[in-house]
């Protein structure tokens, strides 16, 4: 059998939902049926050499942010006259927009874009001029994807009129993801909270959509009904030297009660300390986060954005967007669940992720979906 030779672009390699994705599906795609290679638009961050340890080549087109560049367009045609791709597919709009423009120029392959989060409300004015404008050549790819049928309704309500129009949700890693009974007592002590203090955590960027403002107001809300409850933030700006941030937890009267943790690289093991995840976000498309906490056994709390609601299912709590009296009261609501009941929800987590939002049923779903797609042609 033939590889099936795939060219996925990206506007960066660093620890976004789409990015975070895309090196977990390169990971399951069978190397006998796939030959695939990476392009970043800028230089590569922190999940560039988790790429690179896969065997996977990695290369960049060297873009500065915001800054459109006819020689990165002609760099994009070399690579792709080079590698000869089957599938070129290309991850969020600016990626989608250069995609196009390079594969048209370049070479005969099957054009893909992959879609998510739309919500255009807080993005600069060249972020809006790319997604009209794609809108606008939306039937000019092979095929479009979303990773949710949120993602998909709204830009169809943006103009995108694709000819295919494909919703193929992401997948955790299950063996990765998985409840610790001694990870979570490791990181309880690193964290200083004792094995009986209720936890609850958001695992996010420092990013207005993530609304870490809303949780913050949610937990002190949360005090009031169970003072003895902590919380964890973890993330890229979640940590001591972001004043903003730092500001926010004061006015809430939260001093001591929040644990600024920063980025880290170990997901699995922070979301096994906690006993609810919360997804506050103003925005999601599919809410990775709270996938990943299921499946270690951690129920969730979040608001009704994207999938989120699908994904959590009856595992969970979800409430309207802004309504933070309601999230308080579903994070206080998990994290006073008795042993027996906290027990059987986790268990309900975790088989639903097994079941219905696993990484190898997600791969399985992309390799079907290019071999088919590459078959057409």
């Known amino acids: 059998m033939r590889q099936l030779r795939v060219l996925h672009l990206i506007t960066a390699v660093e620890t976004g939902g789409a990015e975070t994705f895309l090196c977990r599906l390169l990971s399951r795609l069978p190397r006998e049926r796939f030959k695939s290679r990476v392009v970043s638009m800028v230089r590569p961050g922190h999940l560039g050499g988790r ?53 048209r120029l370049a070479v005969e392959s099957n054009l893909v874009w992959n879609l998510r989060n739309s919500r255009l409300d807080d993005a600069p004015w060249t972020t809006r001029a790319v997604v009209w404008t794609c809108a606008r050549l939306s039937r000019l790819p092979e095929a479009v994807l979303t990773n949710s049928e949120a993602a ?18 992401n997948g955790i890693d299950c ?11 490791a990181l309880r002590k690193e964290f200083g909270v004792s094995p009986e203090t209720p936890l609850a955590g958001m695992l996010a960027r420092y990013a207005p959509m993530k609304n870490h403002a809303g949780f913050l107001r949610a937990a002190a809300l949360v005090l009031k009904e169970l003072p003895e409850a902590r919380f964890l933030l973890c993330g890229t700006g ?23 943790a920063g980025y880290r690289q170990d997901a699995p093991r922070v979301l096994n300390a906690l006993d609810a995840l919360c997804v506050p976000s103003t925005c999601e498309s599919f809410p990775n986060a709270a996938a990943e906490a299921m499946s ?14 699908r994904l959590v299912g009856d595992a969970g709590r979800v409430v309207p967007p802004g309504d933070e009296p309601a999230l308080a009261g579903a994070l206080a609501g998990l994290l006073a669940l008795p042993p027996d009941q906290r027990a059987a929800l986790a268990a309900r987590c975790r088989e639903r992720i097994e079941t219905r939002f696993s990484l190898d049923a997600a791969a399985r779903a992309y390799a079907d979906f290019y071999e088919g797609l590459a078959g057409e042609r």
Do not use: Y
């Open 51 to 103: 790429i690179r340890a896969q065997g996977i080549p990695l290369a960049t087109l060297g873009m500065r942010r915001g800054l459109p560049s006819v020689g990165a367009v002609r760099k994009l045609m070399e690579m792709l006259q080079d590698f000869q791709p089957d599938v070129v597919q290309t991850w969020l709009h600016h990626a989608d927009l250069l995609g196009l423009i390079a594969t």
């Open 152 to 169: 998909r309704d709204q830009h169809r309500a943006l103009g995108f009129r694709p000819r295919r129009f494909e919703v193929l949700p």
């Open 175 to 185: 063996a990765e993801f998985r409840p610790d009974p001694e990870v979570r007592a």
């Open 238 to 260: 979640a940590s001591q030297v972001n004043r903003e941030l730092l500001a926010l937890v004061e006015k809430n009267g939260l001093r001591g009660k929040v644990i600024l």
């Open 296 to 309: 270690c056994g951690v129920p969730c709390a979040v608001t009704d954005t994207g999938d989120a609601a």
